[in-house]
């Protein structure tokens, strides 16, 4: 049995480990904040764009683009999404086991990585998988610059007839309580057709130059900005995830320091009741002689 001595220690370390992972979860609950703010800030764009493919699109009916090309084969390079930093739950593992269950079902003969994070970076490499390129230590909020020399490796793949897909695998945010592994298949590129309107004027774009070279120009940008979102949507999933890993971790703390508490006071109390014993014992030792 330890002594009291022993458990008010112990008691003192996990009081310092509970004031850590109190400040780590405010820390994860206000870079939330920021996150959820990046993703709403960058979707307007996201979804004009969208805008813009469907009418370019449905104006140049005959006119191909090789990103919209599918090609028969078995070879594919995933872009993968993870963290760089642990202590945020299991969204790197099911990111990461989306991704390779995904590739070995569909493209087992070849397949290729690029990695934004240093958890799937580290992983990949620790298999020896092929890694194309890779970006990690990203900040809190990434540019879309930072991001984009690892998608130019991955279409410029694509490009030279070296894989026949470019998909896109992250961590979806939904809620703070809720984050989901999502893969997306980025190219060949699969515009989303445009709803009719049910009441109002439509917008309706002249273009300069033609559809055709605006097709050429902007479905590289569509690609890049569905990379960016993807890892702003991944950052916000992160801080969800490690402020609730926080949170759990410091209630849990505080459940073993009341356990903790509760024992060294029946150790103090059973080493009262031994001495008292003893000294009655003692007594009654003395008097008898």
């Known amino acids: 049995m330890p002594s009291f001595r022993d458990i008010v220690r112990r008691i003192d370390s996990i009081k310092n480990t509970q004031k850590i992972t109190k400040a780590m979860q405010v820390v994860a609950a206000t870079r939330l904040r920021r996150a959820q703010a990046a993703v709403q800030a960058t979707r307007p764009y996201a979804d004009k764009m969208v805008e813009v493919l469907q009418t370019v699109g449905e104006r140049g009916t005959e006119y191909k683009h090789p990103f919209l090309v599918r090609r028969e084969g078995g070879r594919a390079v995933m872009i993968l999404v993870t963290t760089d930093k642990?202590?945020?739950?299991?969204i790197n593992v099911n990111n990461i086991r989306a991704a390779t269950r995904y590739m070995n079902q569909t493209y087992p003969t070849h397949q290729q990585y690029v990695t934004l994070g240093r958890k799937g970076r580290d992983f990949l490499l620790r298999y020896r998988r092929e890694v194309l390129a890779e970006v990690s230590n990203l900040p809190d909020r990434p540019s879309v610059g930072e991001v984009l020399p690892a998608v130019t490796v991955a279409l410029e793949e694509y490009a030279k007839g070296n894989t026949d897909a470019v998909i896109l695998c992250y961590s979806k945010w939904i809620s703070t309580l809720r984050q989901e592994p999502a893969i997306r298949v980025l190219i060949p590129a699969e515009i989303p057709k445009r709803e009719e309107a049910k009441e109002g004027p439509q917008a309706d774009y002249i273009y300069e130059p033609e559809p055709e070279a605006v097709l050429d120009g902007l479905l590289p940008r569509y690609v890049e900005t569905q990379v960016f979102q993807a890892v702003l949507e991944n950052k916000a999933s992160e801080y969800s995830a490690k402020m609730i890993a926080m949170q759990n971790a410091t209630k849990a703390a505080?459940?073993?320091?009341?356990?903790?508490?509760?024992?060294?006071?029946?150790?103090?109390?059973?080493?009262?009741?031994?001495?008292?014993?003893?000294?009655?014992?003692?007594?009654?030792?003395?008097?008898?002689?």
Do not use: H, P
């Open 86 to 90: 642990g202590l945020c739950g299991a």
């Open 254 to 289: 505080g459940d073993l320091i009341d356990s903790l508490t509760l024992y060294a006071n029946k150790v103090r109390q059973a080493g009262i009741t031994t001495e008292l014993m003893e000294i009655v014992s003692g007594t009654e030792a003395v008097s008898s002689s």
